[in-house]
């Protein structure tokens, strides 16, 4: 009998329900079969990568010719040289190697951490479909191997797992490998109705399958139609099991057409439904029948390539018909033939009645002594089959079955109560969430019935209030405007009678006639008069430019620069200072109010040489940028204290100090020159350090916006800003 096998649903138990043994060489064609439907499928469902693919098809192809050491040499060889391998990639990895430990070289120990790693891979499945075939499948394999390790309560647990994996998630091709195992388990057993009742169901689930590649469940579904005879012939129902060989070949039959690239697979599929089926005919005594199919399914299955154990299983049906018709030429010369294939191809339960065969040969021609050693090699190797399989038939598969879903069933509700537990909690706490929010609600909204009359109130005043500011400040700007004529008026009225006194007592200062007191009289009162004119001015200067519009026009910045220079020397001559002037490479003209610019660099050098001691040098320098023309005055005065740095732009600030030679600061300066650059968009800072010197700089734009910004200067930098 035929029991299939494929990496996807391997049985845990091999060949012939009855008398399990396959050819090696079936066994690794079938397999290739199965990885090449199972490799097309995988990859559509975006379960293989493209890199996978070549090295899945080679490895299939040394399988199929039958070389499995080849085929791992190979798969261990190049999977390490894929670029990033998926999840179904390394599972299919694993599964190569747990095919080839398993039934290649039945080292079931070894072959065990390869389906713990399935097992791990199959975890790590991010699609659902995915994850449930590969869950499975990997529980399935893990089963099988502890099936083979005679370990059947651990092995009937992960087939548990696998069933309720097919189950939870609808799968068809997981139950029907789960029944599928648990008809093979139970015809192991004896329990052949059983067994029956497991093939038809898993038959029927496999119709559910959704395959669009059907040679593999073409091949299981004709395999279980034969399963299903076979447990009939075991159970008596002779006529039955029949009908079932019968259906599976007319299945055969019809599908033939549709695989002609697998012809010899489906040759092989008859050979062994002839086996069984003459197994059912011998039962009935139709020995010319069952003789007839016999042959034919030796001449199939004998052949290199075919099921070389399923045609020693049919050689042993044969002699066994030629015992009984007394063919005793016949059965010897068969009996010969087989014992020279056994020498072959390993075969523990043929061996067993190939002994018991010459044992009743030899009884026939009264060789008593031959018939008595073989007759006893025949008890020996029963007995040890009988021993093999003792622990099966021992292990109550259904009570494991229904303990191991009494426990599914257990664990269930005790998870629907702890979920009942937690919507229970989750709902009292959601009540006690609503009715502290209608609390909440209904608080407010009496709150805010209060709230809305002290708004509409305090709007009310709000609006009072915002009246009365901008009364109050229509008045500041008035006052404002009053206050700059009267401060002009007043400052207008005192400069000509100031500029008076200023020239009078110059004149008679001049005149050496006076003595030494009255001369130094008249220079006080000259300079006094001097430092007030000077006030005047610049108070003027603040007023006129905190309203008046400026009028530009095109300047050369070196000639500015220059005449602002050379007005200045004789000023910084008193104190023997100088000062070094360094111009642009070529001539820059700029959109300014001349006189304003050459007021604000005029103020800025005479700060210099107010501030710096005598015989120092003051560096008046002009650099291009690219949007903007910096002009810096330095010096190695006194520097500008931490404590005044904030201050110095400001209007009549209290930041000011006197020169080095005792000279007035009135601290005006700085803040009328702020507003000057400031009008023309440009920017004015300093850097300095006390008794070290400071470094004032000036940047106007070579273009001018009205509403340009500033941009930001380096860390350090000083800035005049409102």
Same mark, same amino acid.
């Given at each position: ?19 399990? *043994? ?12 199965? @990885? ?26 040394? #399988? ?38 398993? *039934? ?26 995915? #994850? ?31 069933? $309720? ?10 139950? %029907?490998?789960?029944? #599928? ?35 593999v469940w073409f091949y299981?579904?004709?395999? $279980? ?67 007839? $199919? ?22 042993? *049906? ?38 018991r065969l010459m044992g ?25 089959? =009988? ?14 079955? %229904? ?24 709902? =009292?706490?959601? %009540? ?92 006080? =009162? ?35 620069? %220059? ?20 111009? $642009? ?31 120092a040098m003051i560096k ?55 507003? =000057? ?18 470094? @004032? ?26």
């Amino acid at each position: 009998m035929f029991m299939g096998y494929s990496w996807k649903f391997q049985a845990g138990v091999t060949g012939d329900i009855k008398k399990l *043994k396959y050819s090696k060489i079936f066994l690794f064609l079938f397999l290739s079969v199965v @990885f090449s439907s199972c490799a097309k499928k995988n990859t559509d469902s975006a379960g293989y990568t493209a890199s996978f693919k070549p090295v899945f098809d080679s490895v299939t192809h040394y #399988y199929d010719l039958n070389q499995p050491e080849k085929a791992i040499s190979y798969l261990d060889s190049n999977f390490p040289l894929l670029n990033d391998p998926s999840v179904n990639d390394k599972f299919r990895f694993y599964a190569f190697h747990y095919v080839y430990w398993q *039934k290649a070289k039945r080292d079931y120990k070894k072959a065990l951490p390869y389906a713990d790693s399935m097992l791990v891979m199959a975890h790590k499945s991010v699609v659902k479909e995915q #994850y449930a075939a590969n869950f499975a499948e990997a529980n399935y394999a893990k089963g099988d191997t502890y099936f083979s390790l005679n370990q059947y309560n651990d092995a009937y647990q992960c087939y548990f797992q696998g069933y $309720l994996m097919g189950k939870n998630y609808l799968n068809q091709a997981s139950a %029907a490998d789960y029944t #599928y195992r648990m008809g093979m388990i139970m015809f192991k057993q004896g329990h052949y109705k059983l067994a029956a009742g497991y093939f038809k169901e898993s038959y029927a689930k496999s119709l559910l399958v959704k395959d669009d590649h059907g040679f593999v469940w073409f091949y299981r579904r004709q395999e $279980l139609l034969d399963n299903i005879g076979e447990s009939y012939t075991h159970s008596g129902d002779i006529d039955s099991a029949i009908t079932y060989f019968d259906n599976a070949l007319k299945y055969v039959n019809a599908n033939d057409g549709k695989f002609k690239v697998k012809s010899q697979y489906i040759d092989i599929a008859r050979g062994v439904i002839y086996n069984n089926k003459a197994q059912a005919l011998i039962a009935l005594k139709k020995y010319d029948e069952a003789e007839q $199919l016999l042959k034919k399914s030796i001449a199939i299955n004998i052949q290199k390539g075919g099921d070389n154990g399923d045609a020693e299983l049919a050689q042993l *049906k044969l002699a066994q018909i030629y015992l009984i018709k007394g063919e005793s030429g016949l059965l010897r010369s068969l009996l010969s033939d087989l014992r020279k294939q056994l020498d072959v191809i390993k075969n523990d339960n043929a061996e067993a009645d190939w002994n018991r065969l010459m044992g009743s040969y030899y009884l026939k021609k009264n060789d008593l002594a031959k018939a008595i050693v073989y007759t006893q090699n025949y008890n020996a190797l029963k007995d040890s089959t =009988i021993k093999r399989l003792t622990l099966l038939k021992e292990s109550d598969v259904n009570q494991q079955l %229904a303990n191991l879903e009494k426990q599914y069933q257990i664990e269930n509700l005790n998870d629907n109560n702890k979920m009942q537990s937690i919507y229970l909690n989750v709902a =009292i706490v959601c %009540a006690v969430l609503l009715l502290a929010i209608a609390f909440l609600v209904w608080r407010n909204w009496r709150q805010s019935k209060f709230d809305v009359a002290v708004v509409i109130m305090l709007n009310k005043q709000i609006n009072q209030q915002k009246a009365e500011l901008e009364r109050a400040l229509d008045e500041v700007k008035f006052s404002s405007r009053e206050k700059d004529r009267i401060l002009r008026a007043v400052a207008h009225d005192l400069r000509n009678p100031l500029g008076g006194i200023a020239s009078l007592t110059s004149v008679m200062a001049e005149e050496s006639e006076h003595d030494k007191d009255l001369q130094s009289q008249l220079i006080l =009162i000259k300079q006094t008069a001097a430092d007030t004119l000077e006030l005047i001015n610049e108070i003027l200067e603040a007023t006129n430019n905190s309203s008046s519009a400026l009028k530009r026009q095109s300047v050369d910045v070196n000639a500015l620069i %220059a005449n602002s220079v050379e007005l200045l020397r004789f000023k910084a001559a008193e104190k023997h200072q100088q000062i070094v002037l360094e111009g $642009l490479d070529h001539p820059v003209e700029l959109d300014i109010n001349r006189e304003k610019i050459w007021r604000v660099i005029s103020n800025l050098i005479s700060n210099a040489i107010k501030f710096s001691p005598v015989d120092a040098m003051i560096k008046v320098k002009a650099v291009q940028k690219t949007d903007s023309v910096i002009i810096s005055i330095n010096d190695h005065g006194i520097g500008i204290p931490d404590n005044m740095k904030d201050k110095v732009f400001n209007m009549f600030t209290d930041a000011k100090r006197s020169g080095t030679m005792g000279e007035k600061s009135f601290g005006l300066g700085l803040s009328i020159s702020r507003q =000057i650059v400031e009008k023309h968009q440009g920017e004015i800072w300093f850097e300095s350090e006390p008794k070290k010197g400071t470094t @004032f700089y000036v940047s106007l734009p070579r273009s001018v916006k009205q509403d340009a910004g500033h941009d930001q200067l380096p860390a350090g930098k000083e800035l005049a800003r409102h």
